[in-house]
Structure formats: structure tokens, C-alpha cells
């Protein structure tokens, strides 16, 4: 039996419920105690909650299909294709990430300490653990849910357009407890601007998983270097909106790209 739109759009709640449901439990918790969850065994439940949307993304492909289910979502992550265009947009996250904060500096923000940055050019091998905490936090404990799972049934229903907005909004308000988190990136950072910034990357996330034809692998990687870049130059909330800006001479055109396109039909 052929899954209706209306099925598309059920999977998709129930998998946002679900993932919703296992971050805020956990990061409910480390709120409740007011600590810095990275200074204490709190940690675990810290990367717990970031696991969310992973979770729920096998969970509800093993209740959809069984363990074929489970395996494909899995070998999704095994799919490496890469052209000249995705490579050169995963390698400019560093770049744009530079470029905001010089814009926010020559507008007046502070000189921005860079401490990670330095601490790696008198210790380059930290840059092993750094990567792979980069690595699990974010794009693996994410990016098996938000595109791996919740992604196609969505775009099936909606298109590319409304699914990026949607998964873009979702993505967002998922990441609201981080705001109140003491010792997380999100501390600090207007709510509204970070969520114009998620909204920015759904977008380009979708393009690049549509044409890589269902490469999460290559998501990963671009969450990866985003997160990356975020780390060694962690941006203040003008360098965010100077971010935001940058992103929108990518985003625009494939908004309306995608529009004309399901005009065009």
C-alpha cells in the first residue's frame, strides 16, 4: 500500500513529537539543576537530548518498515557523492564564519577572542577531540532524523520550499531549552535571528541532500564544517545576523528556483 500524502505529513508530527519529546526530557532535566551541563555528569544527558532527532529517525523507520528500515536509513550515511559545487559550499562555511565577524567587528562589536583558535595553532593535535565531539554533537545525533528520516516524507507532500521552512522551523524551536542552557552557543543569541539562520540552512541542506539524490553522508559533512567553523570563530549576535545576510545570495536563488519549477508543471 502507497503511503498518502496525508500518511507523509502524520509521519512527519509523530517523528517531531517523538524527537521533541526525548531532547526537551533530557535538557528539561540539566535546566532544572541550573548548571553548566559541560562541567558535570550532566554531560550525558546533555548529548542525550541532542540525540533526539536520530532517535526518532530510527525509531519510526523500524516501525514503518522493520529492521529493512532501520538498515536503509542507516546506509544512507555510506552514500558519498560529491561534485565540484557541494565541496566548494562545504568548505565555505569557514570562510563565511570569517567574514561575519569581521563585518561585525568593523561595525563596532568587540575584537573576538578566538580562544579555540588559538589554543589549536600551540596544540594542533586538540583538533582531534574538538572534531569528533563536532562530529557526534550535531550532525550525527541530528541529521539521521531531520534529513534522513523527516526530509522525504515531508518534501513529498509539501515540495521543497514549504519542507525546508517547516523542517527549517521545526529545527529551530527543537534547539529553544539550549537558549536557557548555561555554557551552550546558543546562550546569549537572539532566539529570532538564530531561527532566521536554521531556516537559511534547511534550505541550503535540503538542496544539497536533494542533489546529492539522498546522500546523508554529504549532510553530515556540511553540518560537520557549519558546526566546525562555529567553534573555532563562534560568532556574537551581530556576526550571526552579518551570517545571515551572507547565506541569503545562496538561499534566494534556490527558493525561487523551486518555484518556478513546480510552476513550470
Known sequence: MQPTPKTHLTTFWLFTLTAVAISWIAWGVILATGQNPLDSAL??????????????????????????GLARLASRALQFRIGGYYAIIILLWPLLFGISALFSTASGSPVPSFATLRNLMSNPLAI????????VVGPLSEEFGWRGFALEPLNARLGPVLSSLLLGAVWGVWNLPLFFMPGTSQNGLPIL????????LSVIFTWVYQSTRGSLAIVILLHFMYNLAGALLPLSPRALFFLVVLQIPFVLPLVIGWLLEKRAR
Open 43 to 68: 554531560v550525558i544527558l546533555y548529548i542525550l537530548g541532542w540525540c533526539g532527532p536520530s532517535l526518532a529517525g530510527f525509531f519510526w523507520a523500524w516501525r514503518r518498515e522493520g529492521t529493512p
Open 128 to 135: 582531534l577531540p574538538l572534531a569528533a565531539a563536532t562530529l
Open 193 to 200: 535571528l538564530f531561527l532566521a539562520n536554521i531556516l537559511a
